[in-house]
């Protein structure tokens, strides 16, 4: 069975930056698309960024181009997702999820078949 843990969630001032970690033991990232997701309190879950290293397509939601970048680790099995210039409106649980790639689906879609727990995120003004 697939797992993905997160980590590296905490609590940072406007402004600053975090690195989000999800570790996937057991399987390799290779063979999947692999992106984070974010709910904030009393909204629904959002695409944030995913990645196929396969065939090399990443996607980052509009809200987090250009502050937060993507990547993988493919020795230590693990995706990482870099967030700089955090604003409060980034307060959210963040998810990691993952499915093996099918070129025919999207790269980032809510029905992706893996998830961690999350890892909560709180931005303060």
């Known amino acids: 069975e697939v797992q993905l843990v997160e980590s590296g969630g905490g609590l940072v001032q406007t402004g600053g930056s975090l690195r989000l970690s999800c570790a996937a033991p057991?399987?390799?990232?290779?063979?999947?698309?692999i992106g984070w997701f974010r709910q904030a309190p009393g909204k629904e879950r959002e695409e944030v960024s995913c990645?196929?290293?396969?065939?090399?397509?990443?996607y980052y939601a509009y809200p987090t181009h250009g502050r937060f970048t993507i990547s993988s680790d493919n020795a230590k099995n693990t995706m990482y997702l870099q967030m700089n210039s955090l604003s409060p409106e980034d307060t959210a649980v963040y998810y990691c999820?993952?499915?093996?790639?099918?070129?025919?689906?999207?790269?980032?879609?809510?029905?992706?078949?893996?998830w961690g727990k999350g890892t909560l995120v709180t931005v303060s003004s």
């Open positions: 999820a993952a499915e093996v790639r099918v070129l025919s689906r999207p790269i980032c879609y809510s029905g992706m078949d893996y």
């Open positions: 990645i196929s290293i396969r065939d090399g397509s990443v």
């Open positions: 057991g399987f390799t990232l290779d063979d999947y698309a």
